[in-house]
């Protein structure tokens, strides 16, 4: 669980609850017309914006923003250091029988144990990083695509408000509801774009950037490993991609 993620959005939603409740009546904030036109009209647009099955994609890929434990680039230069340990002491066909749910890390290992070419590992390295960055964009064109809409509709929203507000001009008891539709949509729309929307959003980019240095790491791992299986000369080359309070290399 990302606690970081998760404990920023309960703090905005307190903040935001806790002026409602101190300003007066929570109720007055509740406009079911606004949750219609904000919610629906956000649902359809990116319904229409992206096929059905890349925006499921997209919230699959947003609960992931709250639940993905984070891995540090140290945990993956140590698990390389760890590999080229083994491959030293136990030489490279030992490499197959690694076990990792990491993908890239296993195909790495297996590459390596069938002694490949390092331009065939970064070659098949750079596929993966390519397709990775495909199937991330979607999630983040998608919540970026709600933060645009959500605003969008609460303008409109406002629109027809005002347009509900000014052909009743001549019955007093119009203009509230009609206002309330006005200001309350782009209320919402404000409220879901820049707390949720657009957060998560950047929080699938810079996932994802975590991610291409991760694959960086274990590529030039596995290189390294190919041309010089000794443990400290892979985590001198590795520590470059980690914080130098973070670099500590234990000899075994």
């Known amino acids: 669980m990302d606690i970081a993620t998760l404990l920023g959005l ?97 195909k790495s290992c297996q590459l390596i144990a ?21 199937r991330h964009k979607i999630g983040q064109d998608v919540f970026r695509g709600l933060g645009a809409y959500a605003p969008s509709f609460g303008m409109m929203g406002t629109l027809i408000g005002l347009v509900q507000m000014l052909t009743r001009l001549d019955d007093p008891k119009a203009l509230g509801p009609g206002m309330a539709v006005a200001i309350l949509t782009t209320f919402y729309g404000s409220i879901l774009s820049t707390l949720l929307f657009l957060p998560i959003a950047g929080k699938l980019k810079a996932r994802t950037m975590q991610e291409i240095l991760h694959l960086e790491i274990i590529f030039e791992g596995a290189k390294c490993i190919l041309e010089n299986n000794n443990p400290r000369l892979v985590y001198e080359k590795l520590s470059s991609f980690i914080a130098p309070a973070e670099r500590k290399y234990e000899r075994r």
């Open 10 to 106: 309960l703090v905005g939603l307190a903040m935001v609850v806790g002026a409602i409740f101190f300003g007066g009546s929570a109720s007055s904030f509740l406009n079911v017309p606004s949750i219609m036109i904000v919610g629906g009209g956000t649902l359809a647009a990116i319904s229409v914006a992206f096929p059905i099955e890349e925006v499921v994609q997209a919230i699959k890929a947003g609960f992931k923003a709250f639940a993905s434990r984070r891995v540090r680039p140290v945990d993956v230069v140590n698990v390389m250091v760890k590999i080229a340990e083994i491959s030293r002491r136990e030489g490279l066909l030992a490499l197959e029988n690694i076990q990792t749910e990491n993908a890239v890390l296993k």
């Open 114 to 134: 069938d002694n490949a070419d390092p331009g065939l590992i970064r070659d098949t390295l750079r596929i993966e990083i390519t397709a990775m960055k495909r």
